[in-house]
C-alpha cells in the first residue's frame, strides 16, 4: 500500500517563529488532507489539498502532487498551535485515508 | 450542520466483554469511515460503508469486528471478546463521495 512520511517527528518552536512540515507519499493520490489533533484527541479539518496552494489565516499548504510531497506552513506560531499535525492521503486505488506518523508540534510561551 | 458524533466518548471494560460504539455522520455524508488509533500513532483505516454497503474491510478488522450501516444513516462497531490490544481510540469519519473527510470526537475504549 501506499506510504506516508512525515518530517520532522518532534518539534519545539519559540512563540511567534515560523516552521514547516513536510509529508511525502509514495505513490500518486486522489485526496490529501492535513488535520490538527487536539489533546483531546479530536482531529481538526486544516487543509483538503489534493494539488496546489491554500492559505488560511497563519496557515498555508502547498502539495506538488507530481513530486509526491505537500508542506504545511505556521507563520506566528501561538501556544495553541501545540499538538499532533497529521498528513493523510487517500491513494488513486483507494478508498481510505492513510495516514503519516504525525509531527509533535510544541510551541513555548 | 452538525458535525460527525460518536458515542460513548470513554468506555472501560473487562477482557471478555461486548462492547458497540455508535457514529453519527454528517446529514447526507453517503460514505461513513471506522479507523483505529493506538497511542503515538496515526490512525488505521478499519472499514467503510457507502449508504449501507460495507465495501472494504482492513486486514486489522479481525473475526471478532463487525460494523453496520443498516438505513445508510448511522453505524455501529462492536468488539467482541475484548483484549487488552482491543484498547484504543476508535475514530469515525464522514464524507460526501469521494471528497474531504471530517471525524467525529472518538470512542476512547480501555480493557482491563
Known amino acids: 500500500g501506499i506510504q506516508v512520511e512525515q518530517s520532522p517527528p518532534d518539534l519545539i518552536l519559540q512563540e511567534g517563529a515560523n516552521s514547516t512540515l513536510r509529508c511525502n507519499f509514495s505513490d500518486s493520490v486522489n485526496n490529501l488532507q492535513w488535520f490538527h489533533q487536539n489533546p483531546w484527541g479530536q482531529l481538526i479539518n486544516l487543509f483538503y489539498?489534493?494539488?496546489g496552494t491554500k492559505q488560511n489565516g497563519r496557515l498555508s499548504a502547498t502539495t506538488v502532487a507530481t513530486e509526491r510531497y505537500s508542506l504545511l506552513y505556521i507563520s506566528s506560531s501561538q501556544t495553541t498551535d501545540s499538538g499532533v499535525y497529521f498528513c493523510?492521503?487517500?491513494?488513486?486505488?483507494?478508498?481510505?485515508?492513510?495516514f503519516g506518523g504525525g509531527t509533535r508540534l510544541m510551541v513555548k510561551p | 450542520d452538525t458535525g460527525v458524533s460518536q458515542n460513548p466518548r470513554h468506555k472501560i471494560t473487562k477482557r471478555g466483554q461486548n462492547v458497540t460504539f455508535r457514529c453519527d455522520p454528517i446529514?447526507?455524508?453517503?460514505?461513513l469511515y471506522w479507523y483505529r488509533q493506538t497511542l503515538g500513532q496515526g490512525p488505521e483505516f478499519l472499514t467503510y460503508?457507502?449508504?449501507?454497503?460495507?465495501?472494504?474491510k482492513s486486514r486489522l478488522l479481525s473475526d471478532r469486528f463487525s460494523a453496520e450501516r443498516p438505513k445508510g444513516s448511522f453505524s455501529t462497531l462492536e468488539i467482541q471478546r475484548t483484549e487488552q490490544g482491543d484498547s484504543a481510540m476508535y475514530l469515525c469519519?464522514?464524507?460526501?463521495?469521494?471528497?474531504?473527510?471530517?471525524f467525529g470526537p472518538g470512542t476512547r475504549l480501555t480493557v482491563l
Open positions: 460503508f457507502q449508504n449501507e454497503a460495507q465495501l472494504e
Open positions: 489539498i489534493p494539488s
Open positions: 493523510a492521503v487517500e491513494a488513486n486505488a483507494g478508498n481510505m485515508l492513510t
Open positions: 469519519a464522514s464524507s460526501l463521495h469521494y471528497n474531504e473527510q471530517f
Open positions: 446529514s447526507e455524508h453517503n460514505r
